[in-house]
């Protein structure tokens, strides 16, 4: 076997070299582009098999190899360093005039007229860092800390797979500062605080944090353990050739190794910085990371020159955010609501606050065991998350902000709406009123449910007209609705006599239904649409269901012994067959069979016994598009991942999910997949 001057075999040289330039490869794949091309275990494979051959070897082992990444050293402290170059920071825009504020300043000092070209990019919501090379290796790495001085944080950074240690590259100049921000991508960090959930350990409030946190750990093995990317936007001091433009820049910072954005774009005059702006922020819900908004920057450096600084921001480039999806505010009060099952729900009343784009003045605290995770007590100063459309969450308390006289959050004993006993059952995080469809709030919910679009779909009924009924008394139950005349609905506020005959007809038209329907309008609790539609296949008659025993029930797919007790105590309550043969009696109606046809169409169709779970945004399909495909292959589709579950649809931006179905080895498809694989079963 020959022998090289690194005194191992040539064959080890050679294998070395080829495990290091795969290892860096597939971390880049996993990293930058979130598109792995061999699974973990195949990446844990060739990196031991590197650690076996620089264990053998010791010559061939490199600071700059990945198995380097983690050392041995723990910090007692983080020291300071001076950054080459000061790290600028930017002017933020936050309207269309602020953006043509900008090009006129630019215009105006240049003495231009022409349209200008602008390299645009996300601005990542994470942390701002500054890498130190040195013929190629990186030798330090810093926080900004004020721009002139960070925090030294070397060791953390050597362990971010995306962050080259070397690079191997001949035009790669002598001294090279890296600026960029450091994040964590959403799916990591859902992944990280369900692992921390599942531990009883605190959780992260948002990703940034998450990030932030995971930065600033002396030990570099946790940094090393948390899922960190870092993307490169620019560069501080540079000893050696550039580009003559800043995409240029971030074109050459790619060839050498680092993640740049692949959303990055250049374009010419403000009005395409608008576009661009638009149309990022459409994509921002889909993306894999948080964005906060988007930075435009002068593309020629010979401009920027000319354009030159104020203080610490440079005057050819600018931060135009997006509405902040997370905002400080006050709780004024808490308040009890009542749902359809009697959950009684506390929601936080709050100072009204400008959140991702619309004004918010209440946010559910979801139940007890929600409060107490969060410690929250009224009078505290919290943070409020609203990220595209999902409901206003309170996701943290700023403790250092609480007032001396901040009042614990008590549960009611009574119900606030009916005053019937408030009860805490076993195992169950929500507290109940007991008052069923005495309490005028659970009927009013009930009846909502009822006339809902996926119930019997009553056009023209909205929440306010189910409100003034019930509090006048003209509605005490669902089917009670059936005898309303246009006359005594024209009394009611806003109701014009064209409306209320439009609303009477819906009424009578919502009268024909289907059994999964009617089931599903009924309101038993845990029997959604898709539990619903099962039980009427399997016993073909609302008769039927009434009066199946636990077994009997148990014996549909899907439902189990929880479900079915629910059903059998909701047929057993004689007010509830009252109501359904008054609506009976009113004329609803549908068409019924016989369980065993319907079992053998069940049998028939191609997906009848599977489960499916549909996560993240889908971009051809609308979700209920998705699900009625599903449904009318005979699949079920469910809220939540589980061992039963045997596929996960899975989009842009899907988070704990598809970490879990991950977790569990389900069979995972994107939505190009998913509508290949319908197209192969029609
Ligand atoms: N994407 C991006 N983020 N960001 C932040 N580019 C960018 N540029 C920055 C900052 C502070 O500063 C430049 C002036 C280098």
Not at 12 to 21: F, G, K
Not at 80 to 95: I, Y
Not at 321 to 338: G, S
Request: proline residues 5%; contains cysteine; hydrophobic residues 40%.
């Amino acid at each position: 076997m020959s022998q090289t001057s690194q005194g191992a075999p040539a064959e080890a040289v050679a294998r070395c070299a080829e495990l290091v330039q795969q290892l860096n490869h597939h971390s880049k794949l996993y990293y930058l582009l979130d598109q792995p091309e061999i699974p973990d275990a195949e990446y844990d494979r060739l990196f031991r098999e590197l650690q076996t051959l620089e264990r053998d070897y010791p010559t061939l082992k490199t600071a700059s190899s990945p198995t380097q990444r983690v050392g041995a050293e723990t910090l007692s402290e983080f020291s300071s360093v001076t950054h080459e170059m000061p790290m600028l920071s930017l002017d933020n825009a936050f309207s269309e005039a602020d953006m043509l504020g900008f090009e006129k300043r630019i215009r105006d000092r240049l003495k231009i007229s022409d349209d200008i070209e602008f390299a645009c990019e996300p601005k990542f919501d994470g942390i701002a860092v500054s890498l130190l090379y040195r013929n190629g290796e990186l030798i330090r790495g810093a926080t900004r800390g004020d721009g002139s001085s960070g925090e030294d944080i070397t060791l953390n950074v050597r362990t971010i797979g995306s962050i080259p240690l070397h690079l191997n590259n001949a035009s790669v100049p002598a001294v090279l500062e890296v600026r960029g921000e450091i994040f964590m991508p959403k799916s990591g960090f859902a992944k990280l605080n369900l692992r921390a959930a599942e531990r009883g350990e605190k959780t992260f409030v948002n990703p940034r944090n998450a990030a932030a946190g995971s930065l600033r750990q002396l030990d570099p093995s946790i940094t090393a353990s948390r899922p960190l990317v870092m993307c490169a936007y620019s560069v501080g001091y540079v000893e050696g050739e550039l580009p003559e433009t800043h995409s240029g820049i971030l074109q050459l910072l790619g060839d050498w190794g680092f993640v740049v954005s692949d959303e990055r774009r250049v374009v010419t005059g403000v009005a395409a910085c608008l576009d661009y702006f638009q149309m990022m922020q459409k994509r921002r819900p889909a993306l894999a990371y948080d964005i906060d908004g988007i930075v435009f920057k002068v593309n020629s450096l010979e401009l920027q020159q000319q354009l030159g600084f104020v203080s610490r921001a440079p005057r050819w480039a600018i931060a135009h955010k997006f509405p902040a999806q997370e905002e400080m505010t006050r709780i004024n009060d808490v308040e009890f609501q009542v749902g359809r099952t009697g959950a009684i729900t506390p929601v936080a009343r709050l100072e009204p606050v400008f959140v991702g784009g619309v004004t918010v003045s209440n946010a559910t605290l979801h139940n007890r065991d929600e409060i107490e995770r969060l410690g929250v007590r009224i009078g505290d100063t919290v943070i409020i998350r609203r990220a595209g459309d999902v409901i206003p969450q309170v996701v943290a308390v700023v403790a250092s902000k609480r007032p001396k006289d901040s009042v614990s959050i008590e549960f009611p004993e009574l119900c606030p709406i009916c005053s019937s006993p408030v009860e805490r059952v076993e195992g169950e995080a929500a507290v109940r009123c007991s008052g069923g469809l005495i309490c005028g709030a659970q009927r009013k919910e009930a009846i909502k449910h009822f006339v809902s679009r996926k119930a019997l779909d009553v056009d023209g009924l909205g929440d306010k007209l189910v409100e003034q009924l019930v509090d006048q008394e003209l509605v005490h139950e669902v089917a009670d609705l059936y005898q309303l005349s246009t006359e005594v609905l024209t009394g009611l506020e806003r109701m014009g006599p064209k409306s209320a005959a439009n609303l009477v007809a819906a009424l009578e038209q919502s009268k024909t239904t289907t059994l999964p329907r009617f089931l599903y309008s009924l309101g038993v609790r845990e029997v959604g649409e898709a539990t619903a539609r099962a039980l009427a296949l399997h016993f073909g008659s609302i008769a039927r269901i009434a009066e199946a025993s636990d077994i009997d029930l148990q014996a549909v797919p899907d439902v189990g012994p929880v479900v079915a007790r629910y059903v059998v105590e909701f047929f057993q309550q004689a007010r509830n067959r009252a109501a359904i043969t008054a609506l009976q009696a009113a004329g609803v109606n549908w068409p019924e069979q016989e369980p065993k046809q319907q079992q053998d169409e069940i049998q028939a169709l191609p997906l009848s016994g599977q489960t499916f779970v549909l996560t993240g945004s889908l971009e051809v399909l609308t979700r209920d598009q998705a699900k009625e495909k599903l449904l009318a292959l005979g699949a079920k589709v469910s809220g939540s991942v589980s061992a039963k579950t045997d596929c996960v649809v899975a989009g842009p931006g899907a988070g704990s999910k598809l970490v879990k179905a991950e977790q569990l080895n389900l069979k995972v498809m994107d939505e190009a997949e998913f509508i290949q694989f319908l197209a192969e079963l029609n």
